[in-house]
């Protein structure tokens, strides 16, 4: 399947109207989607696997996540990875991930977790692709949020009311998607990423 940039980024404008549309409408009628968020090892909590990147708890929650989202779901688009595919996994996995193993008693809202999937992806998969174009791309991505990546992880630094559990799982997500999606580059023009088209 062809690689078409504009339509991946169609798809980035459209999924970032997604989640802002959910939060407009929550203000309308508040609490309305928030209780479909994550909650850990609860049955009931299973669909915030899907739901929880929509929601978000604020106008700073929201405003904080739409701008990183918006780059580096463009720094996808902009790669040899089908997007769709690749976001999909991150956000299934990592929600997996966080409802097998995160917090319990908490419910988790935000599309961090997919934010912080999409660094360590965009990271592992230049250096494992091995190009220059994908290696600056993880090398711009570290130095622009490698700190954010760290210190958002570690709950005496990213505080109590963070999900840094939520931003643990969506990193190491990121970084088996990459693992398995992702072929070194053997200097073959036809590009070094598994084909994802079916999922």
């Known amino acids: 399947m062809k690689h078409r940039i504009v339509e991946e980024l169609h798809g980035v404008a459209m999924f970032v109207a997604a989640i802002w549309a959910v939060f407009l409408l ?6 309305t989607f928030n209780r479909f968020g994550l909650a850990s090892r609860e049955v009931g909590g299973l669909v915030g696997i899907v739901t929880m990147p929509f929601l978000h708890d604020g106008w700073g929650h929201l405003l904080g996540n739409s701008v990183p989202l918006i780059i580096l779901l ?29 917090r319990g008693g908490t419910l988790h809202v935000g599309v961090s977790g997919l934010i912080y999937g999409l660094i360590t992806f965009l990271i592992v998969a230049g ?6 174009g994908a290696i600056l791309v993880a090398v711009f991505v570290g ?21 840094w559990d939520g931003h643990l799982m969506g990193a190491v997500a990121g970084a088996i998607v990459a693992r398995i ?10 590009g070094s990423l598994a084909d994802l088209s079916g999922l």
Request: aromatic share 10%.
């Open 127 to 132: 250096f494992r692709e091995g190009r220059i």
């Open 181 to 190: 999606a992702v072929k070194p580059d053997a200097g073959s023009t036809n």
């Open 26 to 31: 929550d203000l309308v009628v508040p609490g």
């Open 74 to 102: 463009s720094l996808l688009a902009g790669s040899r990875a089908n997007s769709y595919g690749i976001v999909a996994m991150i956000v299934v996995l990592g929600g997996a991930l966080l409802w097998m193993f995160g």
């Open 143 to 163: 130095f622009m949020y490698g700190w954010t990546l760290i210190t958002g992880m570690i709950p005496l630094t990213a505080g109590t009311n963070v999900s």
